[in-house]
């Protein structure tokens, strides 16, 4: 169990093009949503944090109007990239917190890799 | 803030050998919890292990187990009969229990496996 899901696994994208990211917890309700980003060799960053129903919190430095963020409801958070460019070029990890359980569980999904050209 | 430190960025053991990944970190909280997370070459983030801070006994998973410190706002990683498979980047994370909380990482480490 506590399986979650992004799509696209990969995506490359156009420079000025706009990209959505789903993440999907399959057989669970999730009450919160976290969005990383990860360069090669290096740690996961924390973007945002997601909750059903209300906006999302975004981290320091991450720019709300580029990296959009909708919780539309307990098993889908969707990241859009808006206006990508090849800096946005990047691993894009997921994690969600069952609404049953400890608010410590995180369980990932397993990243979507952008290529912005 | 947290901050998590680990401050080897590579090691390498060779198969069926141990391996300490070392951690410290760095909070004013009192309650909390700690992790280790492998993340393989498939770049899926695993949960290796979990240690409360209330819990003075150290946690066990198998071949994996840590050496908390609280005292010394330490967290090590050992990993027993290393596998060919245990290579990985592995990370440190922290997680304090108030309100609003989330998941701070160190900087990972490359583990790799000579066989």
């Known amino acids: 169990g506590a399986v979650v899901s992004q799509h696209p696994s990969r995506v490359i994208c156009k420079s000025g093009t706009s990209v959505k990211i789903e993440c999907r917890s399959l057989d669970f309700q999730a009450t919160t949503m976290f969005w990383y980003r990860q360069f090669p060799k290096q740690s996961l960053m924390l973007m945002a944090t997601s909750n059903e129903g209300s906006k999302a919190t975004y981290e320091q430095g991450v720019e709300k109007d580029k990296f959009l963020i909708n919780h539309a409801s307990l098993t889908l958070s969707t990241l859009t990239v808006t206006s990508a460019h090849p800096e946005d070029s990047s691993f894009y990890i997921c994690s969600a917190t069952p609404l049953a359980g400890v608010k410590y569980e995180q369980y990932f999904g397993p990243g979507t890799r952008l290529t912005v050209t | 803030a947290q901050t998590v430190t680990q401050s080897q960025p590579e090691m390498s053991v060779q198969e069926a050998e141990t391996v300490t990944l070392s951690c410290t970190y760095d909070?004013?909280?009192?309650?909390?919890?700690l992790f280790w997370y492998k993340q393989p070459p498939s770049r899926q983030m695993i949960l290796v292990i979990r240690q409360e801070a209330y819990k003075q006994q150290n946690a066990t998973e198998n071949r994996f187990s840590v050496n908390f410190q609280k005292a010394a706002k330490s967290f090590s990683l050992k990993i027993s009969d290393s596998q060919l498979g245990d290579a990985a980047m592995y990370f440190c994370a922290f997680y304090p229990s108030g309100a609003n909380s989330k998941l701070t990482f160190g900087k990972g480490i490359t583990l790799s496996v000579r066989p």
């Open positions: 909070t004013s909280e009192s309650d909390y919890y």
